[in-house]
């Protein structure tokens, strides 16, 4: 585990993980200045899997830059009526249930709409079949929960194409958390101006009544109900 996140690790493998950098974990072993010695033993006396599976290439790469680069195909596909409306499913993944929501949301996004997706969460269902719109793929996948910044820059961009605010594109974003990091992104959002985000699949703890009366008051954050709803409300 190098930056990402780390969630409690299994008693199972606790012994077969370690963490080096910002990262550490209570009774997990530790890298400092580079010295892998015991994690190359320890990877050697564990032996690796038998065989491999099956591989499923997906397309990824769809930060800004290559997005804004078929952004005037983009524009005229929303002008003309093919692209009705985007979706930006990211945030992280977790072992809890409620999480099915998010793939449910993807298999259910109608056949005109464009999935963005970043983080986590997006290897529960970046391996379907989403097709494309006139050879703009439906799922484009933005990368890491860093990357965030990215879904931002297209944003911008879309936003000042179609000479409106950020919050008038018709753009969803529908968000999941699941640790700090996370919760600092959203943060970031909320910061930039972003209205009527989606959280979900339960709303962090640290978020009193009235922490959550400022945000929906000045944010209209909503915690996410059920895909057929939220879907429904989106577009109507
Ligand atoms: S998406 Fe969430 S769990 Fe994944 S690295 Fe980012 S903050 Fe961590």
């Known amino acids: 585990m190098t930056t990402n996140c780390i969630q409690r690790p299994s008693e199972k493998y606790r012994a077969n993980i370690f963490t080096t950098g910002l990262v550490a974990f209570p009774g997990v072993r530790h890298v400092k200045h580079g010295k892998y010695a015991p994690l190359i033993e320890k990877s050697l006396e564990l032996g690796g899997f038998p065989s491999d599976l099956p591989g499923k290439e997906i397309l990824v790469g769809f930060g800004h830059d290559a997005v804004l680069d078929v952004a005037e195909k983009v524009i005229n596909l929303v002008k003309a009526g093919k692209i009705r409306r985007f979706f930006l499913i990211g945030g992280c993944d977790g072992a809890k249930s409620g999480r099915n929501y998010y793939t449910e949301f993807a298999e259910k996004a109608p056949a005109d709409s464009v999935i963005l997706t970043l983080a986590c969460g997006k290897y529960r269902f970046n391996k379907l079949d989403f097709g494309d719109i006139e050879g703009i793929p ?36 529908i968000l999941s958390w699941y640790e700090q990091k996370a919760v600092v992104i959203l943060l970031s959002l909320l910061y930039l101006g972003i209205k009527n985000i989606r959280l979900g699949p339960t709303l962090p703890n640290f978020i009193t009544p009235g922490v959550l009366k400022v945000l929906v008051d000045k944010y209209n954050l909503m915690p996410i109900t059920s895909v057929d709803n939220d879907l429904k409300a989106i577009l109507a």
């Open 138 to 173: 439906r799922l484009l996948d933005i990368g890491q929960c860093n990357d965030a910044y990215s879904a931002i820059q297209i944003a911008a961009a879309l936003a000042k194409a179609f000479n409106v605010g950020l919050n008038n594109l018709p753009l969803s974003l």
